[in-house]
């Protein structure tokens, strides 16, 4: 008697995570900006998005072109900004806009503070004597807010609002006074795909 043999192939799914690192910089005008306790918003001075509280209550900071599909894992997100004050005091609280799609900044009054902001925020508080720039603790939570709108899409636009609070003394140059050194946005995230594997 004359045996078959049969070849089974078997697909079986696996889950592939991959790990990117994204950085974007502030790269327009009234891309960042800062509001007064009266409301009055500036996108064209020298200290955004971080000044005194004497001087701004509210700063803002947009990040355009954000590739991280909707529903990514955020594992971390950071702003640096960057002062040639050797001292100075950072005291903030950092939210991102809960939007889809964040617009520029406008002159229109509370045109920061008059924003959605996340339920998620991070208190930044620190002095610090670092030239080279500053980097906030992650606001992972609060992007990921964003990246979990069900309107979200990469490739759109992301705003970071700072609530200035009452020991800030800090001054971070905005992209009217240096381009180099206006506020970066860095975020590390994380996929997961299904990847086929063969067995016999």
């Known amino acids: 008697m004359r045996m078959k043999t049969f070849l089974i192939i078997l697909f079986a799914p696996i889950l592939a995570v991959a790990q990117v690192t994204v950085s974007y910089q502030v790269d327009a005008s009234t891309d960042d900006a800062v ?3 009266a409301g009055s918003v500036s996108t064209t001075g020298t200290g955004a ?3 005194t509280k004497a001087q701004v209550n509210w700063g803002g900071a947009r990040f355009l072109n954000v590739l991280i599909p909707q529903g990514a894992t ?3 997100a950071t702003l640096t900004c960057v002062d ?3 001292a100075r005091v950072i005291d903030a609280t950092i939210y991102c ?4 799609n964040a617009a520029t900044f406008s002159t229109a009054s509370n045109n920061i503070s008059g924003r959605t902001r996340t339920s998620n925020s991070v208190a930044w508080d620190v002095a610090s004597t670092n030239t080279s720039g500053d980097v906030s603790p992650s606001l992972a939570a609060s992007l990921q807010e964003v990246i979990n709108r069900t309107g979200w899409v990469s490739g759109n636009s992301i705003v970071v609002i700072l609530s200035i609070d009452t020991n800030g003394t800090a001054v971070s140059r905005s992209f009217n006074a ?6 970066i946005l860095q975020i590390t995230y994380t996929t997961r795909r299904l990847r086929r594997s063969f067995s016999f």
Not at 97 to 100: P, Q, S, T, Y
Not at 178 to 183: C, F, Q, S, Y
């Open 97 to 100: 806009e809960a939007a889809d």
């Open 74 to 76: 955020i594992v971390s």
């Open 35 to 37: 509001e007064t306790a």
């Open 49 to 51: 998005p971080i000044a």
């Open 84 to 86: 040639t004050v050797a």
């Open 178 to 183: 240096n381009p180099t050194k206006a506020a």
